[in-house]
């Protein structure tokens, strides 16, 4: 069946370090590829999203390529902020169902 | 404009008893899902309507949850009885569907964080 493996948390990094949360699916076709935020607090929200293979999604300074050949949809951003500090959650939607299925999320803390 | 309404945001119970969760949708959306995660992961979906009809029910554990979409608008997610492994967050989400399938994004609420004792 489809799935999502995102790299395990948590994650620390200093500000104005370079990220990278690294994500793989597996799944039959072509499904589309997401990354959604969870600030504390506060519900899912989607960050960037790509529909098709070499796609670039990107919001807020963060982007993830969607890479066919490597199963992967890794997320980076080059300079972290503080208020980059949530949970981010990579996920997927199969070409023939509205369900998405999310990995099981990268806690990520940014120290000032 | 107001996004996904959840209520109540925190309920705590003891295990046997009944509990209910509501959700308003963005308006004019006609797709509502719910989705259960437990605590260090990712959201699971339980049941997906389209407008009044429930057509993704398959994750939901029927013995004991029931969800009800009644005029198509919000929508209440009820567990009866609760058990201790039902501690969870609840979410609830929607979208706008055109067609065989939604093609557009899924707004989250902030969700029902429930604890049962």
Redesign the interface.
């Given at each position: 069946g489809n799935s999502?493996t995102q790299m395990e948390g948590p994650v620390t990094l200093s500000e104005e370090a370079f990220l990278t949360i690294n994500c793989t699916y597996t799944a039959t076709g072509y499904p589309s590829l997401f990354w959604?935020v969870q600030y504390p607090?506060?519900?899912?929200?989607?960050l960037l999203?790509a529909t098709k293979a070499d796609d670039k999604g990107s919001n807020k300074g963060f982007e993830a390529t969607y890479r066919k050949e490597t199963t992967s949809f890794h997320l980076e951003k080059g300079s972290v902020q503080v208020s980059d500090s949530a949970v981010y959650?990579c996920?997927l939607r199969d070409s023939?169902?509205?369900?998405?299925i999310?990995?099981?999320?990268t806690r990520l803390s940014i120290r000032p | 404009e107001a996004g996904v309404v959840q209520s109540p945001r925190y309920k705590i119970i003891e295990k046997k008893q009944p509990v209910a969760f509501w959700c308003n949708p963005i308006s004019g959306h006609n797709t509502l899902y719910w989705y259960r995660q437990n605590l260090g992961q990712g959201p699971e979906l339980l049941i997906r309507y389209e407008n009044e009809e429930a057509v993704d029910d398959s994750q939901l554990p029927k013995d004991r949850f029931s969800a009800e979409r009644l005029k198509g608008v919000d929508s209440t997610l009820k567990i009866q009885p609760a058990e201790l492994g039902d501690s969870a967050v609840y979410l609830c989400a929607s979208s706008l569907t055109s067609g065989a399938f939604s093609t557009d994004t899924q707004y989250f609420g902030p969700g029902t964080r429930l604890t049962v004792l």
């Open positions: 999502v959604y607090g506060e519900g899912l929200q989607l999203k959650f996920a023939s169902a509205s369900k998405i999310f990995g099981s999320g | -």
